[in-house]
């Protein structure tokens, strides 16, 4: 499976997509990149309230403490902006998760106008559910 790009290189291959056809298209790649979410973690406890389409969140940290997540959705196009939240606090430790802001990302990627109220709701739902778990980290 192809791994997920850093965040200057997600900025780069945004840039290049010439219209929004090629970044709704890259956006469903790179959910496809995602590593897949064990069956056993669709699971009351790690699904994302108040996205329209279903969506699990797990968050573990490695050795050096930084966050691990992984997710998974019923949707293309919510299981690709997952994969972008990823990449954005890829790395991270619990302690800045809280304090780091993924929305001017999404509008470096001039992406913030294209999604729909259901899906930015969603997108809010899973910084805040993200943003919640890291601190029970801390």
Same mark, same amino acid.
């Given at each position: 499976m192809a791994v997920l790009p850093d965040k200057e290189k997600l900025l780069r291959n945004f840039s290049? @997509?010439?219209n929004w056809e090629e970044k709704y298209l890259y956006i469903i790649e790179l959910g496809q990149r995602l590593p897949a979410l064990d069956a056993g973690a669709h699971t009351p406890e790690?699904? #994302? =309230?108040? @996205? =329209?389409?279903q969506v699990w969140i797990t968050m573990t940290h490695d050795a050096d403490g930084a966050v691990e997540l992984r997710g998974d959705s019923d949707a293309a196009i919510v299981k690709g902006l997952i994969a972008i939240?990823? #990449?954005l606090y890829a790395g991270m430790q619990p302690s800045d998760i809280p304090d780091f802001d993924v929305r001017p990302w999404f509008e470096k990627l001039a992406l913030t106008q294209h999604l729909t109220p259901s899906r930015s709701q969603g997108l809010e739902a899973m910084i805040r559910a993200i943003r919640a778990q890291a601190l029970t980290f801390s």
């Open positions: 290049r @997509c010439a790690n699904s #994302i =309230q108040g @996205c =329209q389409s939240v990823f #990449i």
